[in-house]
């Protein structure tokens, strides 16, 4: 019956992954079948605890996120919780031996969204790192399985695709987290007075991470590849559309790849996989 304890936590992680993302749900469903629900796992915890900063405005999230971070540590410990989300993360970290160090990173970052409306150049990077690159290097240690050597190799080109996904969703949402959250998350930005300037800097900032990261796409174990490079075509046509609106646009509205673009780029991807063009 453990076994069936864990199918039901990991459908909760997977029912999560795809009511909030369209793109990441699509990428997952390209992986073998076997990398699927780790990915599930991950992401439904770095979900949930992005929820308690960001969306759960009338109730106390120090407290919630506290919580939140305990109950992920005896989960992993005592290899079980009855928080289907904590259970089917646990589940990854005690398979793949994920370090803890990613995961308080993650939670640290998620703590200073409580603490933090302006971010200086360190605290920018420090932010990345853990709100994005480690998510990135808890998914490569699923990809890696027990080879190290492979993780190692691979761990620079992950950190660089964190990063651009992450500077791309805080164009993208500069507007909400501004007025709603009253967060700026790149350093020495004016909101009010975003040029496009300020704007292409960003963008050229953006390129080299995606430079970086596309090398180490096409490294990747076969079962992973193509859905990683899914997730990588998205993403970039997302900046493609971003980098061609103004500064204005940018702060103005919430700038988004519609899903019957998404299809088409699924479909022209999977046939530059079969032909072996990735």
Known sequence: MMQLFDSVCTECSKNVTTRYSTSFSMGIKAFDKGFREPIYNIYGFVRFADEIVDTFHEHNKRALLDKFEHDTYEAIEQKISL??????????????????????????????????????????????????????????????????????????????????????????DMKSD????????????DYVNFSNENKSEIEADIKKDFDHAFIGIQLLPKGVKFGVYLAYIYYTNLFKKISNSTAKAVVNQRIRVRNRRKIYLLATSAIKNELNLI
């Not at 989300?85 to 703590?111: D, P, W």
């Not at 501004?178 to 930005?189: A, D, K, L, Q």
């Open 83 to 172: 928080n289907p989300i904590l259970h089917s993360f646990q589940l990854v970290v005690n398979k793949y031996n994920i370090e803890k160090e990613l995961i308080t990173a993650f939670i640290h970052s998620m703590r200073m969204d409580l603490t933090r409306s302006f971010y200086g150049d360190e605290e920018y990077k420090e932010y990345i790192y853990g709100s994005a690159e480690v998510v990135g290097l808890m998914c490569l240690r699923v990809f890696c399985k027990d080879d190290s050597k492979d993780y190692d190799t691979l761990k620079p080109y992950a950190c660089s695709l964190g990063s651009a996904f992450q500077k791309i969703n805080f164009l993208r």
């Open 178 to 189: 501004y007025e709603e959250r009253g967060r700026t998350y790149f350093p020495h930005i």
